[in-house]
């Protein structure tokens, strides 16, 4: 009789021992994940917020900006650029029409059939030896401006790309903003203006940096037999229409157009430093509105450093784009979701636990707790019996 029920015991322990070991395997998983899980809490970050507002910034020749879905309807600006004093702006598209309404303007204009060309408003030289030296009494120059709006009656605009270049080795003062679109026709209105101080004195405009403008027409195929037309500039507005491209690839944008800015006058001289903005590009009439915000390789699809997303129904709201020695920067608000090289902010539980001491240790006190647990259920060493006694 005391064998059957040594023989049961032995029996029952087993089964025992399987059970404690899964409910105290459960317990330390469990933990662990609550853990993990606390320590990568996904959240709502309302911006603008300093961790992110350093990373909206995409370094010159090396990172573009990708703007999703603008809130731009028919005829609404997109983006502008209003000239400033002390710069001469040119301006280029790889591929836009000349509206035929122009041609009433200036007679230069007639020429210019109204089919889809590489377009240039550039400036003449300025007279022998003025841009070199410093600025005239006023210190002022013509300035051109550009309005780029989604058009009438053409769909909606499904991205906005931008990214800025630096100036060549010949000219370390020149910057260059090039900007893409996916969707929508974007109409385009550039005109160039004498500065105040300059308007209603018999100084001719000549005589200023900037002023003497010239539309450069040339055929979109280098082998193309049409002529090619230099056209001289009143001021007044010149208007063109830019033919709608859809999916356009990063590796390649067959459409671009491009602010190119150069200084007026050697002294003083711009760009000098990272903390010297130039901020003359404003998005949309005062922002814009948007669902998703990309910091992406210059040619790359993929592998954005920063992906800001509007939460919900809310949208991004971004402004104040501008840039500096070798970076073009902006500022975005609203609720979003926000990754940084691949990573959600969130709630940081760890830090949250290390500034509190208290917790910290009680957190300490708990995962010991677990782990001796775990070392007594499954890695208990299991001691036999001196004597060999068998109950048999």
Request: aromatic content about 4%; some cysteine.
């Amino acid at each position: 009789m005391p064998t059957r029920r040594a023989h049961q015991q032995e029996v029952a322990r087993p089964k025992a021992s399987v059970r404690r070991k899964l409910l105290v395997f459960g317990l330390a998983a469990g933990a662990a994940a609550l853990q993990i899980y606390l320590a990568n809490v996904p959240q709502t970050i309302h911006l603008p917020q300093d961790e992110v507002d350093a990373q909206t910034v995409a370094k010159a020749d090396n990172e573009r900006i990708e703007i999703d879905e603008p809130a731009v309807p028919e005829g609404g600006l997109l983006l502008s650029y209003s000239g400033q004093a002390g710069e001469v702006a040119d301006l280029h598209f790889d591929d836009a029409i000349v509206d035929s309404s122009n041609a009433s303007l200036q007679s230069s204009l007639k020429p210019v059939n109204p089919v889809p060309a590489r377009i240039g408003y550039v400036s003449l030289p300025s007279p022998a030896g003025l841009s070199a030296g410093s600025p005239p009494a006023g210190g002022d120059t013509c300035h051109t401006s550009v309005e780029i709006r989604r058009a009438k009656g053409s769909s909606a605009i499904t991205s906005l790309n931008a990214f800025l270049l630096n100036g060549s080795a010949n000219n370390e003062q020149r910057r260059e903003l090039r900007v893409w679109t996916e969707g929508g026709a974007p109409d385009v209105e550039m005109h160039t203006d004498l500065p105040p101080t300059a308007e209603g004195t018999d100084k001719p405009s000549r005589t200023l940096p900037g002023c003497t403008k010239v539309l450069q027409v040339r055929p979109l195929k280098d082998d193309d037999s049409s002529s090619l037309v230099d056209a001289p500039l009143i001021q007044a507005p010149v208007r063109l229409l830019v033919p709608e491209v859809k999916g356009q690839k990063a590796s390649n944008p067959v459409n671009t157009f491009r602010i190119e800015l150069t200084p007026a006058f050697a002294n003083p001289l711009k760009w000098l430093s990272a903390e010297d903005l130039f901020a003359g590009i404003s998005l949309g009439d005062a922002a814009l509105e948007s669902r998703r915000l990309r910091i992406l390789p210059l040619y790359a699809e993929n592998g954005e450093r920063l992906n800001v997303a509007a939460e919900g129904n809310s949208s991004l709201v971004l402004d104040r784009l501008a840039f500096s020695l070798n970076a073009l920067r902006l500022r975005v608000s609203g609720p979003a979701a926000v990754e940084i090289d691949g990573k959600r902010l969130g709630f940081d539980f760890m830090r949250f636990v290390k500034q509190n001491p208290i917790l910290s240790g009680v957190l300490v006190l708990v995962n010991g707790s677990i782990l001796l647990l775990v070392k007594e259920t499954w890695f208990r060493r299991v001691e036999q019996d001196p004597t060999g006694a068998d109950d048999g």
